[in-house]
């Protein structure tokens, strides 16, 4: 699934983005929307990652769904 599908169906995957990083808060998630930088970002300040490694992890997960 692409991004621009991920934010359209952002309600019915944000479980699924939960069960992956279960760090981020519901709210988080609501704020993050399906988009990808929001979500690198929230990677990035939740787990400490390298912007490299958070965007490869997003890009994963959206590969799966």
């Not at 991004?3 to 019915?12: A, H, V």
């Not at 069960?19 to 930088?37: F, R």
Request: proline share 0%.
């Amino acid at each position: 699934m692409n991004w621009d599908q991920i934010e359209g169906k952002w309600t019915e995957v944000k479980g699924k983005a939960r069960a992956s990083w279960g760090e981020l808060t519901d709210d988080e998630l609501d704020q993050i929307g399906g988009k990808k930088d929001q979500l690198v970002g929230k990677l990035q300040q939740k787990y400490g990652l390298e912007r490299e490694e958070a965007e490869r992890q997003a890009d994963e997960w959206a590969d799966k769904q």
